[in-house]
């Protein structure tokens, strides 16, 4: 099955993954620009005000540039919708996607129709993630019309299968878009995921380190010094399994080595109160393929790594 046409201007097969406080719109156009998919989730935008601002800059910005490169016109960006039922302020978020028609949606803790569509209501994607194949093929029956497979490792919340695993038996059913998250942090990586039947990889970690993300400069240094090792998996500060970086964890007073499990009807994603910021500001959530981010970069920088690694592993291979 051929991609969606919103796809084809992509330098590398990438899409930066929403980042919950850290993505902005300086982050989100950079990535564009540097021709891979920009995100944010729309919860990141407070008050909801603040949202239409966010997609007004956004689209405006790339318009202008893609006027001024059209040979080289940026890649689509795309919003983050939580959709779960504490997300109050979820149709009004996807109302605005409408308005400023976002190219691609992607759609996080449960699969709404109507948010679906909405966004084919004026030619947008979604893009659902899932951390199995029972939802993965309960978002397509809903109408998404791709998936995000978050495997093992991935920062955040995230699964525990085998990328291996999950990606062949998705692809079994399924000859739709389909990215892949865990772990990725390098060009070879994102290659790596093609092979195994993804047509993009999904970097989230990564961009944390770079000079556009609304990240404390403790928290990018941590990932430049860290490791797979530094990554603790657990549910306590969410509900819903994720992983973080265990520096974090002990400077909240926790032993990550020794740490309770949560009550996951405890969790909240609408009211941006005080588990959210506990969550991701004071525990900050990584991924395990850190230990490729040497320096805390541009995000354009960090693209061009990606590329250089990503051609240079295509030009081997093919030799």
């Known amino acids: 099955m051929a991609l969606p046409k919103v796809f084809e201007h992509l330098r590398i097969p990438v899409i930066g993954s929403p ?20 995100s944010f989730p729309a919860l990141n935008a407070r008050p909801i005000e603040v949202l239409e601002e966010w997609l007004k800059r956004i689209t405006e910005e790339l318009d202008a540039y893609n006027q001024k490169n059209p040979d080289k016109p940026a890649a689509p960006f795309a919003v983050n919708q939580i959709v779960h039922k504490s997300n109050a302020r979820l149709m009004q978020d996807v109302e605005l996607c409408v308005k ?25 994607v979604v893009m659902h993630d899932i951390i199995n194949n029972r939802f993965a093929k309960k978002a397509i029956e809903k109408g998404a019309d791709g998936l995000i497979a978050v495997a093992a490792g991935a920062g ?59 990240a404390d400069a403790r928290y990018k240094q941590a990932i430049v010094d860290g490791h797979a090792d530094d990554i603790v998996y ?8 994720g992983n973080y970086l265990a520096p974090s964890i002990e400077a909240a007073g926790l032993d990550p080595k ?35 981010v040497t320096d805390v970069l541009p995000a354009a920088g960090l693209v061009d790594r990606l590329a250089d690694e990503y051609f240079d592993a295509k030009k081997k291979l093919c030799a």
């Open 19 to 38: 980042l919950f406080i850290i993505s902005n719109p300086d982050l989100v156009i950079a990535q564009c620009k540097a021709g891979v998919v920009g």
């Open 100 to 124: 400023y028609k976002v190219p691609v949606m992607i759609t996080s803790l449960g699969a709404v129709p109507e948010v679906n569509a909405a966004a084919h209501s004026y030619g947008g």
């Open 156 to 214: 955040g919340h995230a699964g525990t299968l085998s990328p291996f695993a999950l990606i062949q038996e998705i692809r079994e059913w399924f000859d739709g878009p389909l990215a892949l998250s865990g772990s990725i942090a390098n060009g070879r990586s994102v290659l790596a995921a093609q092979a195994m039947g993804a047509d993009f990889a999904y970097i989230g970690s990564a961009f944390i380190a770079t000079e556009e993300a609304n």
């Open 234 to 241: 657990s549910n306590l500060f969410t509900g819903i399994h």
């Open 258 to 292: 020794n740490l309770p499990e949560s009550d996951p009807s405890k969790m909240n994603f609408g009211s941006g109160g005080n588990q959210d910021k506990k969550a991701w500001k004071d525990i900050w959530g990584c991924g395990q393929g850190i230990g490729a």
